[in-house]
């Protein structure tokens, strides 16, 4: 008989590991995000990641039944795996947005010579010029987004993607600037 | 009332100094990309020591942790770099900030450490930087029983020939500098096991009370390990620190030469008449995936009554904690921790297992992931004085884990989940208390209980931080009246 320990993520409820113990750890109280159950653990027929708790957190099940010790730590890994590669994705499409913050940040001083000079000249032509190349610089982050989002299907590819869009778009699009 | 000024000096005869107010660790969190980056640091006491902290934005009188517009160096030029970044989870990446093999003894192998003299939190280093420092935390072997815990040892697996020693400041690059790269301030300690036997990397204890270095040996033949224990051995501290002291008696030569082959503490090593060897182990450790790391690195603890205990990890099984009798028998596999896919240092230098000490000196805990290179944990913590150990396992295949030594006798245990609010989660574990108190080879929670809401992380939306451990003065905890004074 072992004592496992099923842990969840205080954030989301998701299951973060299952860990069975000879004993009850020294410490250990049954809370929201750790819940303790003696179970016939027997590592040559399960896998122990492959178990779960029902919704009323009473009974262990397997949720991969009928399949081998090896087949269930396949599909457990495969479910990582996809996890581990949404979550990276995420961070990836965060890491391609911000750069519409570093670019857009080069203007400030252009920005104040725009309205300068459009106050004298009496229009806006400059205005409308940083405006333009701030709606070229939210089009270029979005095509690279979708790029991603639609060409991406595996970690390795992730792997290999460029996510660094703005340099080529600076070469091609200088920042504005007016004398 | 008027006081009175005079020009007199004025006799102090001490000074006093709370060692609670020195540095214990910093938390790092970075999110350099668009929510800033920086260190955070805390005192012995969890009151605030210092800060550092780059703004994603150079209008707000920060310097700029975000690439362009005028961040430092490698900031600009790193940013985004997992190897830096909070904004992921270890899980199966081999790169995060957070992972747990990153700690040991020599701080974070991704992040420069506070001192007590700091005035800063902390900084960053490069991605090169950390492959050069994570080749320290491989070798470093473990010291016990030291007030001054201000220098390291190191040993690297030199073949059949044994074990090249170093033994230099507490500074991974120091000894990536001197020893690794430049050859020098290092000798070989002969093997003494036998004909089959290998020398490992970082697989050895320096007891300062009893004076006495443990050396474990891997027999290539059989795939078991070997103590050998060097009795009365020189002042290791002051070979450290003193570095003219490893060339006393040293020729003058005008021809070529690598490795140090004079001087005392060399002479010392190769004489087998100053060393007890212990059975070798009945645990085949060469059938594992990952062979290197459970072959050539053992972390271990020689204890003042005789006892030798040794932590192994055993990559994509889990780890072995192995525990030799005072007399040189072996006791035996005290624990086998086993769970899947777990990868040491064949994959690179920077992962495997890892060790810190309490700083006491007394308690000894060692460490590695339990999935992937740097999610889980597998964890004992051995009491020097007599090789009682406690343990912990988590099954866990997308957080980290990061400790580090605080106070007398206890350590800070760090779980790197997101921070986004909660900032970062943690416990102190007593560890004194806990080894008196729970059997030997007793499981203790470490998971359960976790403190939030308390130590902020310095960085903002989703993030994964981490704490980097300080190099403070753990003689000012002792009552040595002559601190950092080298013999």
Known sequence: ???????????????????????IPYGFENQDNAVGIEYDYDPETEFISALVLSEDKTTVT???????????????????????FSHNLNICVGIIKSQVRVLIEKLRFSELRAVE???????????????????????????????LLSSVTTQEQLDQFNLNWSEKFLSENPVPEFD | MARTITS??????????????????AVYGSHANSHGSGFICYNHNLEIHSVFTGDSNNAYSRFRSQAGGGAPEFYNNYNNSTYMECHGVPSSNSEYVSNTCNTGYLGHQNLFSATEYSSAAGYITTDAGRQRKSECFRDVMTIVNEENQDYAIFGYANGTSGTLFSAGPRSAMR?????????????????????????????????????????????????????????????????????????????????????????????????????????????????????????????????????????????????????????????????????????GYEQG?????????????????????????????????????????????????????????IGMNSMIWTYTANADGPGIYWKVWELDYYLAILADGATVGLDDNYTNYVLDCPTNTTNYPTIVPAMYDTSMFHNNTTPRTIK
């Open chain 1, 117 to 147: 000079l459009d106050a004298l000249n009496g229009n806006n032509d400059n205005q409308i010029t940083l405006a333009r190349w701030r709606v070229a610089v939210r089009d270029a982050n979005n095509a690279h987004e979708q790029l």
């Open chain 2, 175 to 343: 000894y990536y500098g001197e020893m690794l790269q430049s050859g020098i301030r290092r000798f070989n300690i002969i093997r003494t096991g036998g004909t089959d036997y290998n020398g490992c990397h970082g697989s050895g204890c320096y007891n300062v009370k009893t004076k006495k270095l443990a050396i474990i040996e891997y027999n290539t033949s059989t795939g078991r390990i070997r103590p050998t224990v060097w009795n009365n051995v020189p002042d290791l501290r002051s070979l450290s620190l003193n570095g003219e002291a490893q060339y006393f008696g040293l020729t003058q030569r005008s021809a070529a030469y690598t490795n140090q082959t004079g001087g005392p503490a060399y002479q010392f090593f190769q004489d087998t008449a100053n060393r007890t060897l212990y059975n070798e182990g009945t645990h085949n450790l060469s059938s594992y995936s990952g062979t290197a790391e459970a072959r050539y690195r053992h972390q271990t603890v020689l204890c003042d009554n005789g006892k030798i205990v040794s932590f192994t990890m055993t990559p994509s099984n889990g780890c072995v904690v192995h525990r030799w009798n005072a007399d040189g028998t072996y006791e035996g596999e005290v624990w086998n921790g086993s769970w899947t896919t777990s990868y």
């Open chain 2, 8 to 25: 007199k000096a004025t006799a102090i005869s001490t000074r006093t100094q709370d060692p609670y107010t020195q540095p214990a660790f």
């Open chain 1, 62 to 84: 397997n949720k991969y039944p009928e399949k081998t010790v090896e087949e269930q730590k396949e599909l457990w890994q495969q479910e990582i795996d996809q996890a581990v």
């Open chain 2, 349 to 405: 230098s920077r992962f495997g297992a890892r060790w810190q000490v309490t700083t006491s000196g007394k308690y000894v805990w060692a460490y590695c992931p339990s999935y992937y290179y740097g999610a889980g944990v597998y964890w004992v913590c051995i009491r020097v004085s007599d090789g009682k150990f406690i343990k912990f396992q988590s099954n866990d295949s997308t957080h980290g884990r990061a400790s580090a030594p």
């Open chain 1, 1 to 23: 008989m072992a004592f496992l320990i099923f842990r969840y993520n205080q954030d989301d409820g998701k299951l973060t590991s299952v860990t069975p113990y000879d004993e």
